[in-house]
């Protein structure tokens, strides 16, 4: 499994050179999936903004509790995406989009992989150990759902890998707030229900997108196993649960409230598009943008509203 297969591929998956894929950093950023990692590191650091805004704190005055919350999580985040990909190099190999990481090229050596997800995982483990034990305890069930339930086990035989999977993404904005105070208050509690409802329409978009890849793998996404009518049906569902959420979180104001319910509704109107659509492939597409932007958006507007007035 470690042999060194040197191909690069065109677009549509044709060889076109049997030479080394990529540079050692292209070949990181791949192994850690930069784009995932990044997007997990924002909501952490909004439940930690959000529980000092409640609780009257500073950024300042919590400079060392900030950066281990931080650099801890990411790093254990690190580590299970890591992991992820050590265990999935056989599906990696099939799926054209994940042909060339690492571990299918063999630039990095599997035992190598595998040494960096442990290595990876235990110091961010020990890292969020140094802030409080119930961000360290959220950062372990995000790390338990994701390499073990998710990746190990429920992946490849069960369409509710979407769902298992969803809680290792949710609980992020937990350990950012369990690190300044208990989570158990209405906010960070809010902010896991919105990252699990979403993750539920982006993740299914993504994988109808990729609906020949996921079944020549054998993974039991979705669209895959029950169709894609099922699949928008389900988008729809998801998504109209997140309308009421915004009017649970009134303390961020009246600003906050409208401009989250105008998000939704427009992700339920191209959700909704779905189901009349003739092209599914350009839809899917479309619903991904949307969903990456209505998160990112929406979590930046929850500091923006409760950014300090001079």
Not at 49 to 57: S, V
Not at 81 to 93: E, K, S
Not at 278 to 295: G, L, Q
Request: aromatic share 14%.
């Amino acid at each position: 499994m470690t042999k060194k297969i040197d191909i690069t591929y065109t677009e549509n998956g044709t060889i076109i050179d049997e030479t080394k894929s990529g540079t050692i950093i292209a070949d990181l950023k791949s192994l850690f999936k930069a784009p995932v990692l990044l997007a997990n590191a924002l909501p952490v650091f909004v439940g930690f903004w959000l529980a000092l805004h409640f609780t009257g704190g500073s950024l300042l005055a919590n400079g060392k509790l900030f950066w281990l919350t931080i650099i801890g999580s990411t790093i254990l985040m690190g580590g299970a995406l890591v992991l992820n990909n050590w265990y999935d190099v056989d599906i990696d190999t099939v799926m054209k989009r994940t042909q060339k990481r690492p571990t299918v090229t063999g630039n990095i050596s599997l035992k190598t992989v595998l040494g960096i997800g442990i290595s990876l995982s235990a110091i961010g483990m020990i890292m969020l150990l140094f802030t409080t034990m119930e961000a360290a305890i959220y950062g372990f069930v995000g790390w338990f759902t994701y390499v073990i339930m998710y990746t190990m086990w429920t992946k490849r035989k069960y369409t509710l890998n979407t769902v298992i999977g969803s809680i290792s993404g949710a609980v992020t904005p937990m350990i950012g707030w369990a690190a300044i105070a208990p989570s158990w208050h209405i906010v960070p509690i809010l902010l896991f229900i919105i990252l699990f409802i979403w993750q539920m329409p982006h993740t299914f978009a993504i994988a109808m997108r990729k609906y020949d890849e996921y079944k020549a793998a054998n993974v039991a996404m979705l669209p895959v196993v029950r169709g894609f009518k099922m699949t928008k049906r389900q988008m729809f569902v998801y998504i109209a649960c997140l309308l009421p959420l915004p009017f649970y979180l009134g303390s961020l104001g009246m600003v906050f409230i409208v401009l989250a319910t105008i998000l939704n509704i427009g992700f339920l109107i191209v959700s909704i598009r779905g189901f009349f659509t003739k092209d599914d492939d350009r839809w899917a597409f479309v619903m991904f943008i949307y969903s990456v932007n209505y998160i990112a958006i929406l979590f930046l507007l929850m500091v923006a509203v409760t950014l300090p007035i001079f």
